[in-house]
């Protein structure tokens, strides 16, 4: 149990002195700001007394009315006024820095603490696994659960990753499709490919764009299954796999190139919006599942933590 007390009691210092951080930090700005107004009024002192030094215009003026000397007193003691507040808010700023190097010291070895301490955690957990007591069979079955939500977190992350690809082709294809005049004569078979009369590298490259978007809407779609397969979202890709089943139909009712384009491009563009919703659906319940994910490790250490006190 000492190991415990000593590991929290340096969790506990740890914390302090990164709020502590927080709050230098912030008086570093301000302190920051105060040293370069206080140079600038420094600076515009020592340049007024300068300029009676000098006798500029100024201090020639004072020296025929006989207040030179009375003028280039209070100058004098005005620069020497405003370079004392400099010199005090630059040692006010250093303190601070100094302050903070030895904060950031203190908390340079958190991440090996936090590790020691979640090892320590874990140990217990374990411990308390093999006792089989009503607070064991408690762990287990938050355990089980955290379990359960990473593997639907990784499926989701699987299915953004499909989405974010099949994105990019998306875009990729709809800027082909748009520059439709440098396609040259060309034609739309039923399957959505292009064919051409003369071997064009667009043509090449939209066919090309078109098959990796039918591959990927049916990546993206396996992907989605597999989530719903372990969490209930409400995600719809039929009209997703309608467009990849028979790519491009509509195409066929435009009479001339620029009007077969279009259509291309429109069609896209409508798949586009439903993956965009899609994708922001697959956030967002990601979000939510991370949150219930960290809610349920907080219990089980909030469980050991007790038990350990009890102790």
Same mark, same amino acid.
């Not at 570093?28 to 300068?50: A, C, F, G, T």
């Not at 301490?117 to 064991?136: C, D, M, P, S, V």
């Not at 090449?204 to 299954?225: D, G, P, R």
């Not at 195409?251 to 384009?261: F, N, T």
């Given at each position: 149990?000492?190991?415990?007390?000593?590991?929290?009691?340096?969790?506990?210092?740890?914390?302090?002195?990164?709020?502590?951080? $927080?709050?230098?930090?912030?008086?570093?700005?301000?302190?920051?700001?105060?040293?370069? /107004? &206080?140079?600038?009024?420094?600076?515009?002192?020592?340049?007024?007394?300068? &300029?009676?030094?000098?006798?500029?215009?100024?201090?020639?003026?004072?020296?025929?009315?006989? *207040?030179?000397?009375?003028?280039?007193?209070?100058?004098?003691?005005?620069?020497?006024?405003?370079?004392?507040?400099?010199?005090?808010?630059? /040692?006010?700023? !250093? %303190?601070?820095? &100094?302050?903070?190097?030895?904060?950031?010291?203190?908390?340079?070895?958190?991440?090996?603490?936090?590790?020691?301490?979640?090892?320590?955690? $874990?140990?217990?957990?374990?411990?308390?696994?093999?006792?089989? =007591?009503?607070?064991?069979?408690?762990?287990?079955?938050?355990?089980?659960?955290?379990?359960?939500?990473? /593997?639907?977190?990784?499926?989701?992350?699987?299915?953004?990753?499909?989405?974010?690809?099949?994105?990019?082709?998306?875009? !990729?294809?709809?800027?082909?499709?748009?520059?439709?005049?440098?396609?040259?004569?060309?034609?739309?078979?039923?399957?959505?490919?292009?064919?051409?009369?003369?071997?064009?590298?667009?043509?090449?490259? =939209?066919?090309? !764009?078109?098959?990796?978007?039918?591959?990927?809407?049916?990546?993206?779609?396996?992907?989605?299954?597999?989530?719903?397969?372990?969490?209930?979202?409400?995600?719809?890709?039929?009209?997703?796999?309608?467009?990849?089943?028979?790519?491009?139909?509509? %195409?066929?009712?435009? #009479? /001339?190139?620029?009007?077969?384009?279009?259509?291309?491009?429109?069609?896209? &563009?409508?798949?586009?919006?439903?993956?965009?919703? !899609?994708?922001? *659906?697959? #956030?967002? $319940?990601?979000?939510?599942?991370?949150?219930?994910?960290?809610?349920?490790?907080?219990?089980?250490?909030?469980?050991?933590?007790?038990?350990?006190?009890?102790?």
């Amino acid at each position: 149990m000492d190991g415990y007390n000593e590991l929290i009691e340096t969790l506990q210092k740890i914390r302090r002195s990164e709020e502590r951080l $927080k709050v230098l930090l912030d008086n570093k700005v301000l302190l920051e700001q105060k040293v370069r /107004e &206080k140079k600038e009024i420094m600076e515009k002192e020592s340049y007024d007394v300068d &300029k009676l030094e000098g006798l500029s215009i100024s201090g020639f003026l004072h020296l025929i009315k006989g *207040t030179l000397i009375d003028k280039l007193d209070q100058e004098e003691r005005e620069a020497l006024i405003a370079k004392n507040q400099y010199e005090f808010a630059l /040692e006010e700023l !250093n %303190v601070c820095m &100094k302050e903070i190097e030895l904060v950031r010291d203190r908390i340079q070895n958190k991440f090996t603490v936090e590790r020691q301490y979640e090892t320590f955690l $874990k140990n217990q957990e374990q411990i308390l696994l093999r006792q089989h =007591t009503a607070l064991g069979e408690k762990i287990k079955d938050l355990t089980e659960k955290e379990y359960y939500l990473s /593997e639907v977190i990784c499926e989701i992350e699987e299915a953004e990753e499909a989405g974010q690809y099949l994105e990019k082709l998306f875009l !990729n294809i709809i800027h082909c499709l748009d520059a439709g005049e440098d396609l040259g004569v060309v034609d739309i078979l039923e399957s959505g490919l292009l064919v051409s009369s003369c071997i064009n590298e667009t043509v090449k490259e =939209t066919n090309s !764009n078109l098959v990796l978007i039918q591959q990927a809407i049916q990546k993206y779609h396996l992907e989605v299954m597999d989530v719903m397969a372990l969490y209930t979202l409400n995600l719809d890709t039929n009209k997703l796999l309608q467009f990849s089943d028979r790519f491009l139909i509509g %195409v066929l009712q435009g #009479k /001339e190139l620029s009007d077969k384009l279009k259509i291309a491009s429109e069609m896209i &563009k409508e798949m586009e919006v439903i993956l965009t919703k !899609n994708m922001e *659906t697959l #956030k967002t $319940k990601k979000m939510e599942v991370k949150l219930e994910r960290q809610q349920i490790k907080d219990s089980k250490v909030q469980m050991i933590e007790t038990a350990l006190e009890i102790k």
